[in-house]
């Protein structure tokens, strides 16, 4: 579809292990974003990317998190080394640009570390 | 970081019901957006508003933008149990350059 998607949908890993999510957004979206939403909780930033650049990338909880963006499209979430904590559903968004644009979220993925 | 709370945390309701939900902060935003989110799936925006004062309706729902760009309220006449959801509101910070969420309300209207 034409949508934001997200791979993989489910991902379930051991404490210590390496771990990525992709995001492809909807193409033409220069603006790219990654959340995280712990369960009854709202969407917490991560990151956000303007074409291939982080713009802002103050929600990162700690360096063993990690996103690109290489060619201006597909993005990559990287955690190493990951932590109980670390269970959730990591949400992505694109708009067409930013600011007050509508953002278009993919589904998440979620991520439970046992 | 700019915060913002959503009021009330969780809202039951019966089918036919109207309901008003908050989102405050202490922080002045250069928009506001409400977004819907349900089980498995991302949030989807349903309105923004850019000017303080501003009312927007789209069918059933009623949004509003506080004078000073700080509050919005989005009232539901009539709920219907398609209704139910996770509702979002999410301020753009002008700093960051991002979207802050608030924890949402959760409204499940009972049929």
């Known amino acids: 579809g034409a949508g934001v998607s997200q791979t993989p949908s489910n991902k379930v890993t051991e404490k210590g292990k390496y771990v990525e999510l992709r995001c492809d957004p909807i193409s033409g979206h220069t603006a790219l974003y990654w959340y995280r939403q712990s369960l009854g909780q709202g969407p917490e930033f991560l990151i956000y990317?303007?074409?291939?650049?982080?713009?802002?990338d103050s929600g990162l909880p700690n360096d063993r998190f990690f996103a690109v963006r290489p060619e201006g499209s597909v993005s990559t979430l990287k955690i190493q080394r990951t932590e109980r904590g670390d269970s959730a559903v990591y949400l992505c968004a694109s708009s067409f640009g930013w600011g007050t644009g509508e953002l278009f979220f993919g589904e998440g993925s979620r991520l439970t570390v046992l | 970081t700019q915060l913002l709370e959503q009021s009330p945390q969780f809202l039951s309701i019966q089918e036919g019901e109207n309901l008003t939900v908050y989102c405050n902060s202490s922080?002045?935003?250069?928009?506001l957006q409400w977004y819907r989110q349900e089980p498995g799936e991302g949030p989807v925006l349903l309105v923004t508003v850019v000017t303080g004062g501003e009312v927007k309706k789209l069918k059933r729902l009623t949004f509003q933008f506080g004078d000073a760009r700080k509050d919005s309220s989005l009232h539901i006449t009539a709920a219907q149990p398609g209704d139910t959801g996770l509702y979002l509101c999410a301020g753009y910070d002008n700093y960051g350059q991002n979207f802050v969420f608030g924890p949402g309300t959760r409204l499940s209207v009972l049929p």
């Open positions: 922080s002045v935003f250069s928009s």
């Open positions: 990317f303007q074409g291939t650049g982080a713009a802002d």
